[in-house]
């Protein structure tokens, strides 16, 4: 069993709009989030966000406001009550159950702090992952307690054992090269409708 949260805050100041709240293939990017991580079996789905409260979803603050995606990860764990919890930012429409289950198998938490998937060029995705509650938390405060450290997710992966998992890993999953595209931009949300309309699954 895991907990899943997922990340809906940020300015979306790229985007122009809130993210949580776009829709793409008749539902919003927060709803395709909460559908994909019940589908994958998880225990419990809370959304972390301290400006958006959706309805009929549990909604959890930023404990370190304006800390980013960090923070956010932050405030995940401290109100995570089991080991294995998986993050996922609201801006992955094509991630799927299948992808999610696949990370979760390969998580050892006496092995490994976290379990992360490269994208096809190789750039690891800390926002589609999975964490061990205890160490993550620990090294999260350790880096949000120090006004003067990064505050990038990139700091808090540093300090962990990581289970990077190569994209030839998961390749022969449906629609691999596009299970991580990330919507940043409206050049982004347009080819993801695009893609949809080209009979992409969301």
Known sequence: MFEAFILAGGRSSRMGKNKPEIELGGST????????????GASRIAVVSSA???????????????????????????????DTVFILAC??????????????????????????????????????AVYGRERCLAECEAILGNDEASGAVNALIDRLKTRVVAF????????????????????????AEKLVDQGQRV
């Open 52 to 82: 958006f409260a959706p309805a009929g979803i549990e909604t959890i603050p930023d404990i370190f406001e304006g800390r980013g995606a960090l923070g956010g990860i932050h405030s995940a764990m401290k109100h995570a009550s089991g």
């Open 91 to 128: 801006d992955f429409p094509f991630v799927t159950a299948g992808l999610i289950e696949l990370l979760l198998d390969k998580f050892d938490s006496h092995e490994y702090d976290a379990v992360i998937p490269a994208q096809p060029d190789g750039r690891i995705q800390p926002l589609a």
């Open 168 to 191: 030839e890993e998961y390749s022969g999953l449906e629609n691999s090269q596009r299970l991580l595209l990330n919507l940043n931009t409206p050049e982004d949300l347009e080819k």
């Open 29 to 40: 990017l927060l709803q395709h989030a909460a559908d994909v991580l019940q589908a994958a």
